[in-house]
């Protein structure tokens, strides 16, 4: 269940030829950085939005504003733009039957069908209260949900936003802790958020506390080039297992990366989307696979980006200047490496 893709992925996966085609589809592939309320599917999003305008006499234009730029697509000048969009779609899953809906179209998008996109999802998305639902019944309404699948398939990361304070990200984690240890499919955690917001020296203690509770720890860092260079070595400081994105990184961060050997989330159509990196030829990916360093290859939000995994695959093989031109034997050794990083299982 895919819908259409737009942008260099759906370029490079026209490009293919039927066996290239074939050969992609076929491949075992782990989806790791997919954040859920940035993953519904668009028909489902105008549908709930529909519902919404027709129950709320309240219609407040957020909405709205949002369904016309994802259906349109979205246009951004930088990076910071992409977080207004999410007001809009947060006001459409902010109860447990709307959440529950969401999450069973994102897990469809991924998980069903006869070629379906990935092998194995780790789903994440950031606990929110809301008048309808505390941060735990959020938590375990996706759980629900995750869980009607085998485990070998997929399993939740709970993502702590930049913005959280202590309290809430203390609060984040600790939900995450006990519902593992109660056998629930909470894998990991994630940092994400605003790159520019907040003090990233107030998480030491939540990223301890996570992988105490034997949680895998993945962080957005260095997304853009404002992310100075103290706070993405604070952020390394934390050990985690895994890092998103990880475009900025100066000399020293980068030999600590390949030192600890922590698995890069690569999202190829997200940077080119979000104008952190102008041009494929350019993208760090290239960095990571000079050195042979730990990648997976990842989407990271399918509804404003309007791509696939199997659009990402093929950004990996279509020919320059389509894509990077990589072997099949390359190709799956990549995707060998992202199963090699998942959390669960
Ligand atoms: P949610 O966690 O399921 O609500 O998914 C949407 C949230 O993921 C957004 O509000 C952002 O906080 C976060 N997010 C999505 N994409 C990115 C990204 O590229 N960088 C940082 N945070 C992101
Ligand atoms: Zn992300």
Redesign the pocket.
């Known amino acids: 269940m895919v819908g259409q893709i737009f942008g260099p992925g759906a370029i490079a996966l026209e490009s293919l030829d039927s066996s290239q085609f074939v050969f992609i589809n076929a491949l075992p592939k782990a989806e790791l950085h997919a954040?859920?309320?940035?993953c519904i599917p668009i028909s489902e999003l105008q549908q709930m939005a529909h519902e919404y305008q027709r129950s709320n006499k309240d219609s407040s234009d957020v909405v709205q504003k949002a369904i016309v730029q994802l259906q349109n697509g979205v246009v951004l000048e930088k990076i910071y733009d992409f977080?207004d969009l999410?007001p809009g779609i947060y006001a459409l899953t902010s109860d447990p039957a709307s959440l529950r809906r969401a999450t069973r179209t994102v897990l469809a998008q991924f998980l069903d069908g006869p070629t379906p996109q990935c092998a194995y999802l780790e789903l994440?998305?950031?606990p929110?209260e809301t008048a309808q639902m505390s941060k735990l019944e959020y938590v375990q309404t996706v759980l629900d949900e995750v869980e009607r699948y085998p485990k070998a398939r997929v399993a939740l990361i709970v993502?702590l936003?930049r913005r959280m304070s202590v309290e809430v990200a203390r609060e984040c984690v600790q939900i995450a802790s006990r519902l593992k240890s109660e056998g629930r499919r909470v894998v990991g955690v994630d940092l994400?958020?605003d790159?520019k917001a907040g003090d990233m020296s107030l998480f030491a203690e939540h990223f301890a506390q996570a992988k105490q509770a034997g949680l895998g720890v993945t962080l957005?860092i260095a997304?853009t080039l404002d992310n100075p260079a103290d706070e993405i070595l604070q952020l390394l400081s934390y050990s985690p297992d895994r890092l998103g994105h990880a475009t900025f990184l100066n000399d020293e961060a980068k030999a600590l990366v390949r030192q600890n050997k922590s698995c890069i989330e690569i999202c190829l159509s997200?940077n080119l989307f979000c104008k952190t990196v102008t041009k494929l030829e350019d993208h760090h990916i290239r960095y990571y696979l000079q050195h042979d360093h730990p990648i997976t290859i990842c989407t990271?939000?399918t509804l404003p980006f309007r791509n696939s995994l199997v659009g990402e695959y093929a950004l990996l093989l279509a020919k320059q200047p389509l894509g990077l031109g990589l072997s099949e034997d390359e190709v799956r050794r990549i995707a060998e490496m992202g199963m090699a990083a998942r959390f669960g299982v």
């Open positions: 954040h859920l309320n940035g977080f999410f994440r998305s950031t929110r993502s936003d994400c958020g790159p957005h997304e997200s990271d939000d």
